[in-house]
């Protein structure tokens, strides 16, 4: 049987004396592609039409990280220990190279991974993202607490308002995400306690603390990386994917107009050319080259009327 | 005969008093692509890698606009009247719609156009540029002046700096850009003299200068527009690229590291991608819709370390 994000069955590996949940689908052979996901998301809070869109051509890994739903253990408190999990976890299923995607939060735990072991991550993948004490990430924004502090007719609503902008067209996109979201019910993962949602947190305002140079650490992370946005991201500014492009040595930058939850079609279509062999053979000879000119350098106060 | 970049022959139709040199070759029968060029280029000064990838999907139109080397005419001192030019030329080929696709100061073309004749332009590439009053952009950047200043073993060595970065990753992708550069042996355009400089000059001087508001023409720019440019652009910063993407209404904006002009095979497919139907249609339908708040907007002080 060919499994999809609605079958794969959830199996478990055990690694740093915690029992990962975890589920595998799509095309063997090649190097897998391993989901880090967001705030208080569980296994199920993929975008099935990006997770099967993946499978079709690639190995996709979902698990959960330390203490996140059928994951046993404590979430840590700080994205370098996750990131160290999420790394043990990866080693404990064999596997000696995959590919990293990180969503949110899970961008950080993704960063993360490649900084701990640059050898078992060939590409990166960060979605939704910022850099370590990125703009507006300390203490969240004020869109994104007014936003997780209301109430919802149907706690999912929440996600309509976290991923989507106001607009029809992305609330009708939304709509379709929950559809697709809500389509697995065997096995579905239990959600998150508000345990995690305080570790986690603790761990956002750790990485989101004002720092002298905190984007230096960038320049560690060599692998060729996609970092990909919507335009209007209000719960980690899209500036921060900006600076992400800007400071990590050799990546790419792609922001959709509105939300990237719009488009998982074509978000899939512009990963894996990214993934895939051809063209990615390309950045994989580049040096992001000619430093950033002291005198030449613009002002960024008014990025905005 | 089917004619590419390096065999399509120049013909000429008249328009504003204007005789205006062209080339046209691709496939026919879709929406054409019109290239507008940038500063002191000639027809010559595409990437064929560039043109000849377009036009295995879609008909090519590239030309000189007034006054440009085998162009007739006065170079107007204002990209307002070299946008009136270039859709009086696009009429006069007897098209109704047509895809834009401007580079550098042809990027400040493309908008006037698509200001002007907004029912004339379907999809607008936006390809290292900026918008009015953009970040250095007033009296060129340093690095910029630099670049334009020196003097060079052989004169097209100049764009080695000004498409490229110094590493050697870009160098060797510039080498390899001239010599595809250099292939149309026979009817090419003769260079421009020092009058085009100094109108075009005083073009750029125009729309860089300060002035209130100055992203709010952008609103009026409805079409569905793909920005593109390379990590690092010294002659038009990146950050206006980023401008750009947060200012249209509608617009994905790609970064690649480096140098766009790295990526011609890439660069193609992404816009390919953009131009055509299937994805495209999604584009139509969005609207930036969250307006950006004004509580939650981050300080752009610390870009760079």
């Not at 993360?112 to 910022?130: D, S």
């Not at 998150?192 to 560690?220: G, T």
């Not at 900006?242 to 509105?258: C, H, K, M, S, V």
Request: charged share 20%.
């Amino acid at each position: 049987m060919i499994h999809t994000h609605q079958t794969a069955p959830t199996q478990f590996v055990e690694a740093n004396g915690i029992r990962f949940a975890y589920r595998c689908f799509g095309k063997t052979g090649g190097v897998p592609l391993v989901f880090n996901q967001h705030f208080t998301g569980t296994m199920d809070y993929w975008d099935p039409a990006v997770t099967d869109g993946f499978a079709s051509e690639r190995e996709v890994i979902l698990f959960n990280n330390a203490g996140v739903s059928s994951s046993s253990g404590e979430v840590p408190t700080s994205f370098e220990q996750m990131g160290r999990n999420a790394a043990a976890f990866i080693k404990a299923l064999g596997l000696q190279q995959v590919d990293v995607l990180g969503f949110s939060i899970g961008g950080c735990v993704a960063q993360e991974i490649a900084l701990a072991e640059p050898n078992l991550v060939r590409r990166l993948i960060l979605l939704g993202t910022g850099p370590r004490s990125g703009e507006g990430m300390a203490g969240g924004t004020p869109e994104g607490n007014q936003i997780f502090g209301a109430t919802y007719a149907e706690p999912d609503h929440l996600w309509l308002s976290v991923f989507f902008t106001p607009s029809q067209a992305s609330q009708a996109a939304g709509r379709a995400f929950l559809k697709r979201f809500r389509l697995r019910t065997k096995d579905r993962d239990p959600e998150v306690n508000e345990k995690v949602a305080l570790a986690q947190r603790a761990a956002i305002a750790k990485w989101a603390a004002p720092r002298e140079r905190p984007y230096d650490y960038l320049k560690a992370i060599q692998q060729p990386t996609l970092v990909v946005n919507g335009s209007n991201d209000v719960i980690i500014y899209t500036m921060n994917s900006f600076i992400l492009q800007q400071n990590l040595p050799n990546a790419q930058l792609i922001i959709y107009p509105g939300s990237h939850h719009q488009y998982p079609e074509l978000f899939v279509r512009h990963a894996s050319i990214f993934l895939s062999g051809a063209e990615g053979r390309e950045y994989l000879s580049f040096e992001n080259g000619r430093p950033f000119a002291t005198s030449g350098r613009p002002s960024y106060a008014k990025l905005r009327n």
